[in-house]
Nanobody, 121 residues
Framework: VQLQAFGGGLVQAGGSLKLSCAAS????????MGWFRQAPGKEREFVAT????????NYADSVKGRFIIYREHAANTVYLQMNNLKPEDTAVYYC???????????????WGQGTLVTVSS
């Protein structure tokens, strides 16, 4: 399984970015995808997950109401629409794949490469 993440960049506070993560290979047995992030000097943290069906989105409290995770079924791609970005959202964002949303949050089966998001004040 390969996960390829795209869409990071530099944006001003209050702006928006959309990250995408395309899954390829044998994804059978995986039923959830999600995003995590790691800010400089901090541990990696959960951002959002969604079931393979596209239903059941879950968000970290810090991004709830600002970020939207959704899946494009035909392309096996999950997106993270990030609105009203804040400087504290600056981090390397990673997509991940897991057998369930609970397992995904605890210990993902697969990780994509990170994509850097920088929010300037």
């Amino acid at each position: 399984v390969q996960l390829q993440a795209f869409g990071g960049g530099l944006v001003q506070a209050g702006g928006s970015l959309k990250l995408s993560c395309a899954a390829s290979g044998r994804t059978v047995g995986s039923s959830a995808m999600g995003w995590f992030r790691q800010a400089p000097g901090k541990e990696r943290e959960f951002v959002a997950t969604v079931r393979w069906s596209g239903l059941g989105a879950n968000y970290a409290d810090s991004v709830k109401g600002r970020f939207i995770i959704y899946r494009e079924h035909a392309a096996n791609t999950v997106y993270l629409q990030m609105n009203n970005l804040k400087p504290e959202d600056t981090a390397v964002y990673y997509c991940a794949l897991g057998s369930t949303t609970a397992e995904l949050r605890r210990s993902p089966d697969y990780w994509g490469q990170g994509t850097l998001v920088t929010v300037s004040s």
